[in-house]
C-alpha cells in the first residue's frame, strides 16, 4: 500500500501589526517555536516523535542569523535528535515547507515532519537591516526587474491587464468584511493560540523606548470600520524619486498590510496518524510551481494552478475551496478572473489585504486555514473534497498546493 501524507493539526499565532504590534520585540524563533508547540499538542504526539522541522522564512538571514527551523524545534520543546532546516521560497516559504515535509514522508519514510513558516518584518525589514537589496551586476544587466519592489510590479499588473482602482478597492472592502465577519463568528479560534509578548512601546514626545507586556490573542491588523468611500480616499503609496514615478492604483487599503506573525502544520504518515489515534484533517496531494516575468511576479498563480491541476486530471471547477494569497488586490483579482474562479469559492473569510502578509508565514497559515475551512463545511454536510493553496512570489514566481479534506 502506498504511503500518504495526512495533515494532523494546525497552529498559529495571531497576527500582529509589524513595528507596532504585539511582536515588535519577538524573535522569529520564539514566535514560530509557540507555533510549533501548540500544533505538536493539538496532534496528540510527543515531540520526540517529529523528524524534522522544516521552517519557511522570507528574510532568514536577517531574522536570526541562524537556523530559524532548528531554533524554533527547540524553542516547542523537541528533543535535540528532532531536526531542522530552513527554506527560502520568499512568499510561498511556508507552503514550501509542507510540500517538502510531506514529499519526505511519502518517499523518504520518515513518519512525522512539520511544515511551518514564520516572519519578523518588524526586526528585519524594520530593524534597519537591508535585507534583498544587494544586487549582482550580470544580473541586473539582463534582468533587473528581478529587484523591482513588488507594489511596483503590483502597479504594472494593474496597467498591463486592466484591473481598474476602483475594481481593487471593491475588492479590499469584500476581503475587509470577510475576515470581520469570520472573526465575529468565532472561525479562527480553532487556528490561533495566544503568546504573551513584551511590545516595545515609543513615547511619542520624549521618545524613550519601553517594553510593556501584551498578549497577541486574535489578528490584530484588519480594520472593520472600512468602508468603499474611505479606501477611495488614499492616495496610491508607489512612488520611486529616481524615476519620478508615481503610483495610480496600489494603496494601503488595496495591498496587504505589513505584518508579524507564525504557522504551523504536522504531517504524518497516515498508518502511523491512525496508529497515533491523531485527528486527520486532510490529505496532502500535490504541489507545483511555475515561473513568469519578474515584474509581473502576482500573476504567477496563472501559471502554476493549471500546472499542478493538469497532474491530477482535475479542472477549475472540481475545486471546492480556493486560498490565493492576497498580496495585492490587482494581482489576486486578475489571477482569479483570469482562470475562471468562482468568487464564492475564494478567500471564502477574508486574506491578507484585511489581516496581513509575513511573506514566509502566510502559505502555512492559508493551508491550516482551507482544511479547518473544508472540515466545517463537511460537518454542515456539504459536498466539499479538493482545496488549493496558491500564492505569488517576489522574482516572478507561483506555487500552488492541492489538498483533499478527510
Not at 55 to 82: D, F, H, K, Q
Not at 84 to 111: D, H, K, W, Y
Not at 136 to 159: D, F, G, N, R, S
Amino acid at each position: 500500500m502506498s504511503r500518504e501524507a495526512v495533515i494532523v493539526s494546525t497552529a498559529r499565532t495571531g497576527l500582529a501589526k509589524s513595528g507596532r504590534g504585539g511582536f515588535n520585540n519577538t524573535h522569529g524563533a520564539a514566535m514560530a517555536g509557540h507555533a510549533i508547540k501548540h500544533a505538536i499538542e493539538r496532534a496528540k504526539i510527543d515531540p520526540a516523535q517529529v523528524e524534522d522541522v522544516l521552517m519557511g522564512c522570507g528574510a532568514p538571514e536577517g531574522a536570526t542569523g541562524m537556523n530559524v527551523g532548528r531554533l524554533a524545534a527547540i524553542w516547542a520543546g523537541c528533543p535535540v535528535t528532532t531536526s531542522g532546516t530552513t527554506v527560502n521560497r520568499f512568499c510561498s516559504s511556508g507552503l514550501q515547507t509542507i510540500a517538502m515535509a510531506a514529499g519526505r514522508i511519502v518517499n523518504e519514510g520518515v513518519p512525522c515532519a512539520i511544515g511551518a513558516g514564520v516572519e519578523s518584518i518588524s526586526l528585519v525589514q524594520m530593524g534597519g537591516q537591508n535585507i534583498n537589496r544587494l544586487t549582482e551586476e550580470k544580473l541586473m544587466q539582463e534582468k533587473p526587474e528581478l529587484w523591482m519592489a513588488m507594489i511596483e510590479t503590483a502597479e504594472i499588473v494593474a496597467e498591463r491587464y486592466g484591473v481598474s482602482r476602483e475594481y481593487q478597492d471593491e475588492y479590499a472592502l469584500r476581503s475587509q468584511q470577510r475576515i470581520a465577519a469570520a472573526q465575529q463568528n468565532g472561525i479562527f479560534k480553532d487556528e490561533i493560540v495566544p503568546m504573551k509578548t513584551k511590545m516595545k512601546v515609543v513615547n511619542k514626545e520624549t521618545g524613550e523606548e519601553s517594553l510593556v507586556d501584551y498578549v497577541v490573542e486574535k489578528d490584530e491588523c484588519n480594520r472593520p470600520e472600512t468602508t468603499l468611500e474611505s479606501l477611495q480616499g488614499l492616495k496610491p503609496v508607489f512612488k520611486n524619486g529616481q524615476k519620478v514615478k508615481e503610483g495610480k492604483y496600489v494603496t494601503a487599503g488595496n495591498a496587504s498590510q505589513l505584518s508579524d506573525g507564525a504557522a504551523a502544520v504536522v504531517l504524518m504518515e497516515r498508518k502511523e496518524a491512525e496508529k497515533n489515534g491523531s485527528d486527520i484533517l486532510g490529505v496532502f496531494r500535490g504541489f507545483a510551481v511555475a515561473g513568469c516575468e519578474p515584474d509581473e511576479m502576482g500573476i504567477g498563480p496563472v501559471f502554476a494552478i493549471p500546472r499542478l491541476l493538469d497532474r491530477h486530471g482535475l479542472k477549475i471547477d472540481d475545486i471546492d475551496l480556493w486560498e490565493l494569497n492576497e498580496a495585492f488586490a490587482s494581482q489576486c483579482l486578475y489571477s482569479r478572473d483570469r482562470l475562471g474562479i468562482d468568487p464564492e469559492k475564494y478567500n471564502v473569510n477574508g486574506g491578507s489585504i484585511a489581516i496581513g502578509h509575513p511573506f514566509g508565514m502566510t502559505g502555512a497559515r492559508c493551508t491550516g486555514h482551507i482544511l479547518l475551512e473544508g472540515r466545517r463545511r463537511k460537518q454542515a454536510g456539504q459536498n466539499v473534497k479538493y482545496g488549493v493553496v496558491t500564492m505569488c512570489i517576489g522574482g516572478g514566481m507561483g506555487a500552488a498546493g492541492l489538498f483533499e479534506f478527510a
